[in-house]
């Protein structure tokens, strides 16, 4: 069964250090997002992006985030300049077209550790 | 924002025994989902209910939309020990770019004893 793949599993940084976490979504979907869940509580909505633009993004998605999708498989979330608040569970999801894929694939996740 | 407010937090329930956990919203959604989340993993998708009023069923899972589109819940009859995880329920308001982006409530631990 095709699946979205994280990469890596986990990253510690040092605060104040620029992040990439990398995805390669389902092949044939078209609508990428980032959610993130930090430990303990709920998962949140950071971003959603579609045909090479964000199509919303929540009030945590702030000026240090920013998405890619440099090429035709990868779609990227870089953090600028890391906080000790960006540790947590980042994940990437995607979506195919019509009713019958309203909904998301969720990858297994990175864990983002900023010390 | 909207809020989803999902209990209880955690059970802890025997073998055998049957499971029912709810969702209860500040405002509409259009769709709601339940998701199982696993140790190291992301959410995975169970039920996705479409319809007012709809009832849907997965092998022993069953879900139901409210009528009032305010509420949802989850029920899983006759529990094995693979069913412990973490349940999220999620609402959508689908339309426009506002597809996928979900608002997930904040969980019930679930714990099954042999």
């Known amino acids: 069964e095709p699946e979205v793949t994280q990469t890596p599993s986990h990253q510690v940084t040092q605060m104040g250090q620029e992040v990439i976490l990398r995805c390669v979504p389902i092949s044939n979907h078209l609508y990428f997002y980032w959610y993130r869940q930090i430990l303990g509580q709920k998962v949140e909505f950071l971003v959603s992006?579609?045909?090479?633009?964000?199509?919303?993004k929540s009030e945590i998605f702030d000026d240090q985030f920013s998405v890619e999708r440099p090429d035709g498989s990868n779609f990227t979330l870089k953090i600028r300049s890391t906080k000790l608040e960006d540790s947590a569970m980042y994940f990437c999801?995607?979506?195919?077209?019509?009713?019958?894929?309203?909904?998301?694939?969720f990858g297994s996740g990175t864990q983002l550790s900023v010390l | 924002g909207q809020q989803l407010n999902q209990s209880p937090q955690s059970m802890f329930i025997q073998e055998g025994e049957d499971v029912s956990m709810n969702c209860t919203s500040s405002?509409?959604?259009?769709?709601w989902l339940w998701y199982k989340q696993e140790p190291g993993e992301g959410p995975v998708l169970l039920i996705a209910l479409y319809k007012a009023g709809e009832l849907t069923s997965n092998g022993r899972l069953t879900a139901q939309f409210g009528i009032t589109r305010k509420d949802s819940f989850l029920n899983i009859s006759a529990s094995i020990p693979s069913d412990v995880g973490i349940y999220f329920c999620a609402g959508q308001n689908a339309g426009g770019t506002s597809y996928g982006k979900l608002t997930f409530g904040q969980g019930t631990i679930l714990t099954v004893h042999p």
């Open positions: 999801a995607s979506r195919g077209l019509g009713q019958s894929n309203e909904k998301l694939f």
């Open positions: 992006f579609y045909n090479n633009e964000i199509s919303e």
């Open positions: 405002s509409i959604f259009n769709t």
